[in-house]
C-alpha cells in the first residue's frame, strides 16, 4: 500500500472495521459532509453483508452499493483524493497497518472485537471507540455505547462502555436464538440468499456438510460470505423474526443511533465537515 505523508492532519474521518456498525457511521459522516476512508481485512467477516460498504471487498470489480452510496476498493493514495472529492467512500484492504501513513483528523474503532486489539490515544487528533473494551484517556478520547437499549448511541466522556453480556439485544423476541453461529470451522456454503423468507426447520447454509438449521419462522438478515474461513462458534448468520424485507437491504435502527453519537462527538470536539471548515476559514478571513 503507497503511504501518503502529510505534516498536517488531513480533514478525513478515517473508520477501521467496514461491517454494519461500522458502515451506519461512514452513513450518517457522509451525509454530514465528512470525507470518510474505511479500512477492513482481505476477507472481513461481514454478516449483514447488504448494508456493509465493506462488501466492496467480496466484489469482482471492487464496488459496492448502500443506500445510494457507493463504497470503491482503492488504494492509500487514490483513496484520500476519492475521499475528499466526497463521491464515494475509498475501502482500503489492509493486513500490515499502512493505514497510519494517512495522517487523519479522526480514527474510529468500528471494528466492535469487545476489546482493544491495537487502537491508541496516538493514532489522530481524536480517537473514538465503539462499544466495550476500551477505557476513555487509557485507549481512547470517548465511547460511544453499542448495547441495545436506554444507552444505545450515547458518548461516552469518562470510563468505559457496559461490559459485554455475550447475549444479542432482543428483536421481535428474540435474542441469542436469531444469531446463526458454525458448527464447526470451514467455509459457510449457502443454501438461501439474504431476503429470503425461511421457515422454521430450514437449512440455511453447511458448513463442511454440517447443517446451520433455522430455529424459527423468519427472513435471513445476514450471512457471512462463503470465501470467509470460519471457526466453530463464530457468529456466520442472522435471521429476523419480524418478516420485513427492506431491513435486509437498509442500515438498521442500531447502526444509526451509533453513527448519531459518533457525529455528536466528532463535531463536539469542534472538527467541522471539509465544506463548513473552508466557509468558517473564508468568513474568518473577511474580518481580518
Partial sequence: MDSVPSSDPLPIVLIRGAGDLGSGVAFRLYHAGYPVIMVDLPTPLLVRRTVSFGSAIFEPGGVYHVEGITSRVIKADSAVWLAMRGGEIPILVDTDGAWRNINTQVVIDA?????NIDTTLDDAE?????????T???DCHAIVETQRGHSLGRVISQGSAIPNTGIPGT???????????????????PNAEIGDSLEEGTIIATVEG?????????????????????????KVGDLDPRGIREHCFTISDKALAIGGGVLEAVLSRGILPLHKQNRVRDEADAFT
Avoid: N, Y
Fill in 111 to 115: 471494528r466492535v472485537a469487545k476489546r
Fill in 126 to 134: 481524536f480517537v473514538l471507540a465503539l462499544g466495550p473494551g476500551f
Fill in 136 to 138: 476513555v484517556g487509557t
Fill in 171 to 189: 428483536i421481535g423476541g428474540k435474542d441469542g436464538q436469531r444469531v446463526l453461529r458454525a458448527p464447526r470451522a470451514g467455509h459457510v456454503k
Fill in 210 to 234: 454440517e447443517p446451520i438449521i433455522a430455529p424459527f419462522s423468519g427472513m435471513l438478515r445476514g450471512l457471512i460470505h462463503e470465501s470467509v474461513e470460519v471457526w466453530a462458534g463464530l
